[in-house]
């Protein structure tokens, strides 16, 4: 088979998909996105010959835009235009889960400061707010009193981008100083491990300590459910336990990788 990597950096990550590949017996062709043209007819030459995409782009719209062009041309790219558009999205993200009766924080959107102030005041102190398209942690803020969240969004309001606009509001979830981060398959964990933090936020690219772990049956069950929401592919989905033991509660999110 050959298989067409779209990248815009080789990082560690590809260079072991690749090493990975090419001792499975698969012949690999490096597609670098920032030097292709995509035609709304016909494909880039590089993308003729392959068999199937596996993106590995950084940036959330070279992901989406590439998914819907291979999808033009015809060709198999993990993951599909739908998956990337629920998974890049977390207000898409949020709604596929709750339609999906998956556990998932609270979560409420406003448009406007004083509107997002209101859901702050209804949920309590402490209470997250988060950027509807980002990863890695970035630009979350927890906000635990009235004068920080009116600073933050305040902060927000005057950002140019028409995201920032969009107040996504979480309710703070009491886990006990780590996450679980699944890489499925289709529904199928592939490994999982345990990211571990003092702070408040446990992502791995923050900091975070990480080892393996071990998915027991309710973790099993919530990953295939998380996968089923957002139409399937090669995810990373996240687990948060709640209450005192992990089978008192869980609750799920879905990434696309």
Known sequence: MTVGLLYSRIRKDEKLLLSELRERDHEVVKIDVRR?????????????DVDILLDRCLATSRSRYISRFAEAYDVPIVNSPETARICADKVENSLALEAAGVPT??????FTKDSALDIVEDFGYPCVVKPVIGSWGRLMAKLDTRDAAEAVFEHKETLGHYEHKVFYVQEF??????DIRVL???????????RSSDHWITNAAKGADTDTFELDEEALELVERASEAVGGGLLGIDLMEVGASRSDAQKSSGEGT
């Open 36 to 48: 292709e043209r995509f035609s709304i007819s016909d494909p880039p030459a590089a993308l003729e």
């Open 105 to 110: 924080p609270n979560t409420e959107v406003a």
């Open 173 to 178: 979830v009491d886990k006990p100083g780590r």
């Open 184 to 194: 499925a398959t289709d529904g199928e964990p592939v490994a999982a491990m345990v």
